[in-house]
């Protein structure tokens, strides 16, 4: 092992090599002799993995791209910015609020491939598109402003919300709809949405924090719209 220590120092062994010897030295003494070949083998079998490139991004501003609501725009990020400032701040997309800022209050909620998402805990470089060798697409992002038709058309649970009264001071209001809407849009692919039940809706409102209490016209408004009650002009189609 010390052999090993200095040929590591001088550059002829790697530290993975160093490891490698150090654990197969310790299997060998537990294991006896005759068992010293198999684990050689079995250590010589394993290929160190290629190391992956690595691309330095910031700590200033870099242009990418970001896919918002159907629409590619361009931004200059920093890497620690967050997905619900870069949308406030630099998109002009306030109906994404921050409360907590910390993930527990769930105001930020946006979409991310279409998954509901704390903006607040997402940094804005890990949905945003990078040109360039290594380039990446950007995810697409849904905010509340994107939920409604480009006509202006509500969604039916942004619908259903005012139909139900769902909010009172309206702060936790777009990150409430957007995790109904999320539930409602998967149960509606699955051809599930009349069976939608009451503890479903109160699981996918389990990270939205809504210190007016609205909860239960919220689960009210849910699954009415669900059974095509909403009572709204687009309950429970679209
Ligand atoms: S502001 Fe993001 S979870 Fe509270
Ligand atoms: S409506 Fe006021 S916090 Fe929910």
Redesign the pocket.
């Known amino acids: 092992m010390v052999a090993a220590m200095a040929d590591s120092d001088s550059g002829g062994v790697s530290r993975r090599g160093f490891l490698i010897q150090s654990g197969t030295g310790s299997a060998a003494s537990l294991l006896g002799a005759a068992s010293l070949p198999a684990v050689r083998s079995s250590a010589q079998a394993a290929p160190a993995p290629a190391a992956a490139p690595i691309t330095e991004i910031g700590p200033g501003p870099v242009p990418v791209q970001l896919q918002v609501n159907g629409k590619t725009v361009a931004a200059r990020i920093e890497p620690r910015d967050t997905l619900a400032h870069v949308l406030r701040e630099q998109l002009g997309l306030s109906g994404t609020k921050i409360g907590c800022d910390r993930g527990a209050c769930g105001a930020c909620t946006v979409w991310v491939d279409g998954i509901p998402t704390p903006a607040c805990m997402t940094l804005a470089l890990d949905v945003a598109g990078t040109a360039g060798k290594g380039g990446r697409a950007a995810r697409p992002v849904t905010t509340i402003e994107g939920l409604s038709t480009a006509q202006g058309t509500l969604h039916p649970v942004q619908d259903a919300f005012v139909a139900h009264d769902a ?7 777009p990150g ?1 709809v957007m995790s109904c809407a999320a539930l409602y849009e998967r149960k509606r692919s699955q051809g599930q949405l009349a069976a939608l039940s009451e503890g479903e809706v109160r699981e996918a409102i389990a990270g939205n ?6 909860y239960p016209h919220v689960v009210r408004a849910m699954l009415s719209t669900a059974k095509g009650t909403g009572n709204g002009k687009n309950g429970g189609s679209r």
């Open positions: 909010l009172q001071c309206g702060f936790c209001t409430m924090l809504c210190r007016c209490g609205t």
